[in-house]
């Protein structure tokens, strides 16, 4: 059974930075694509951004620029370097690791972004 997990979140102030981790155990990690989703309240969960098992990226337009995903297969885990935060980027932040068909959900991990 693959567990995820989550951390890094916070309050942070307008124009600061985050850095999430997402920790994953009982897998060979490298084969896993993982992904970046995030839910605010009342709207539904978008993708951030995602890492393939080879290491090629994709960001949301929103994030690009701002944010950056990358992988340390040696830890089992992956981070999205957050910077120039927004207030609209407030939000549930959720990590998905991915085996086609397999998919593996995190608990979240809570990003809030107000001064």
């Known amino acids: 059974q693959v567990q995820v997990v989550e951390s890094g979140g916070g309050l942070v102030q307008p124009g600061g930075s985050l850095r999430l981790s997402c920790a994953a155990s009982?897998?060979?990690?490298?084969?896993?694509?993982i992904a970046w989703y995030r839910q605010a309240p009342g709207e539904q969960r978008q993708l951030v951004a995602a890492?393939?098992?080879?290491?090629?990226?994709n960001y949301a337009d929103s994030v690009k620029g701002r944010f950056t995903i990358s992988r340390d297969n040696a830890k089992s885990t992956v981070y999205l370097q957050m910077n120039n935060l927004r207030p609209e980027d407030t939000a549930v932040y959720y990590c998905?690791?991915?085996?086609?068909?397999?998919?593996?959900w995190g608990q979240g991990t809570q990003v809030t972004v107000s001064s």
């Open positions: 890492i393939t098992n080879g290491g090629r990226t």
């Open positions: 009982g897998t060979d990690f490298s084969i896993y694509a």
């Open positions: 998905k690791v991915t085996n086609t068909p397999e998919n593996y």
